[in-house]
């Protein structure tokens, strides 16, 4: 359905497909396959993301997940439009259609409608923009990741009365006596002069290293008995 919307009007939108295109069955092949090249497009670092000025999030992935992908796209200074669907994330209850996105996926006339409405009014897609941004630093950036582990942590906390042992210094050091940090790989830096947030298929991996967090929090603790 994206891809008809790009054919239709590829002056509006630019959904395209990457590699080999399935038609959805076999009774429209032959057509599906004839505008196959039509809407063909090759695979866009998000490192170029810019180079546009509105972003559209299908359901499915190429590779990592929905989560993922969409959350490159709050923060990447453009009109984000969601496609109508029954996928949804856990911060989906926050976000407002028309305030912090837009939503196609309700035909062509009501897409292109839609689409054509908003690049008429600046003052809206203004407003869509400044709503992106903000469903990002509420629900995606670091800050926002933070808060919610952390509401998590003191949930599971205050129901396993975890707070008499992570309390006291002494049996909090032998509660993680046996904890191995080099074990633990749950926080990823990338390298720097590698380009960013880029997967291209094919492409080697990015350099990265790995340390746990739990490992900075005890460290940070003065414990250095459990860094082995």
Request: glycine residues 10%; positive net charge.
């Amino acid at each position: 359905a994206a891809l008809r919307l790009t054919a239709a009007r590829p002056d509006l939108f630019d959904a395209r497909h990457v590699g080999k295109f399935d038609p959805p069955d076999a009774s429209c092949a032959p057509n599906a396959t004839a505008r196959a090249a039509e809407t063909a497009g090759g695979f866009v670092n998000a490192s170029d993301f810019g180079r546009w000025r509105a972003y559209l999030n299908l359901p499915g992935t190429m590779g990592g997940s929905y989560s993922r992908h969409l959350n490159w796209l709050w923060p990447a200074g453009g009109v984000v439009y969601l496609w109508a669907s029954s996928a949804v994330e856990w911060y989906y209850p926050g976000l407002e259609d028309g305030s912090t996105h837009a939503t196609l996926g309700g035909g062509l006339d009501r897409d292109v409608g839609l689409v054509e409405a908003l690049r008429r009014d600046a003052s809206r897609e203004a407003a869509l923009r400044d709503g992106a941004a903000a469903a990002f630093d509420a629900f995606g950036s670091g800050t926002a990741l933070e808060r919610y582990w952390r509401d998590v942590a003191a949930a599971v906390s205050a129901g396993f009365r975890t707070a008499r042992v992570l309390g006291s210094p002494g049996l909090r050091a032998l509660a993680f006596a046996r904890v191995r940090c080099k074990d633990l790989r749950r926080v990823r830096w990338v390298d720097a002069e590698g380009p960013f947030y880029d997967d291209t298929p094919g492409a080697p991996p990015a350099r990265t290293r790995f340390r746990s967090r739990l490992c900075f929090v005890l460290q940070e603790d003065g414990i250095p008995t459990l860094q082995k």
